[in-house]
């Protein structure tokens, strides 16, 4: 129940396009869903979030659409850049109970060829 | 660059050694967590600290350990070193949607 199970393992975009990166969980009480981004070298870093009560969240070019009664949430990476080439990780947790965890998925690998 | 200072960035120790690794960050935040990252894979939770008291605990064995500081710096002690252990540790701040994570520490043990 405690899993996040991330799809898929590597993907590779041309320059402008839709990158989508899927996630599924499956403990209904996690409350907060994170997306980090992670380069060679260095820490996860937070992308974007969301919470179970809205379906979908933007910030500029990164979208979070969530399907509660699903139990999936994806990533969808707009106009695509090189730049963007990384590790993402989604994650689900509690957000205000203490000493608890971020549980990740097992991260997928975007190229992004120019 | 995130304000969490790991050290060493680097190390590489033999099997049945222990290591040592440090934690320290510019805004002295009360609660840190400390995650394993093998190669190829996500974060795994070992533990989290707050206000010097251990409150969380991932699924790993007794010979990884913690310690953090009235400062709010954290070590993260590993005895018997396995082979299995190599990988990277990443030291996070805060917690829920507040976590900020350092570069980690790459061990390896041979």
């Known amino acids: 129940q405690q899993q996040v199970k991330q799809s898929p393992q590597s993907l590779i975009v041309q320059k402008g396009g839709i990158s989508i990166i899927n996630c599924a969980y499956e403990n209904t009480a996690f409350d907060y869903f994170p997306w980090y981004q992670q380069f060679p070298g260095k820490g996860p870093a937070l992308l974007i979030a969301i919470r179970p009560d809205v379906s979908e969240k933007k910030e500029g070019r990164f979208t979070i659409s969530f399907n509660k009664s699903a139990k999936q949430f994806s990533l969808h990476i707009m106009d695509s850049q090189p730049g963007d080439s990384a590790t993402y990780f989604c994650?689900?947790?509690?957000?205000?109970?203490?000493?608890?965890?971020?549980?990740f998925g097992k991260g997928t690998t975007l190229s992004v060829s120019s | 660059e995130t304000g969490v200072t790991q050290s060493p960035t680097h190390l590489i120790k033999t099997r049945g050694q222990q290591v040592t690794l440090r934690c320290s960050s510019q805004?002295?935040?009360?609660?840190v967590s400390w995650y394993q990252q093998a190669l190829g894979q996500g974060p795994q939770f070992i533990f989290q600290?707050?206000?010097?008291?251990?409150?969380g605990r991932g699924n790993f064995p007794p010979r990884f350990s913690g310690l953090q500081f009235p400062n709010y710096s954290s070590e993260l002690n590993v005895n018997a070193l396995e082979l299995d252990d190599s990988a990277l540790y990443l030291c996070a701040i805060g917690q829920g949607s507040g976590y900020t994570f350092g570069s980690g520490t790459r061990l390896t043990v041979v």
């Open positions: 805004s002295g935040h009360n609660t």
């Open positions: 994650a689900a947790s509690w957000e205000n109970q203490a000493g608890t965890a971020l549980i």
């Open positions: 600290y707050y206000r010097e008291e251990e409150n």
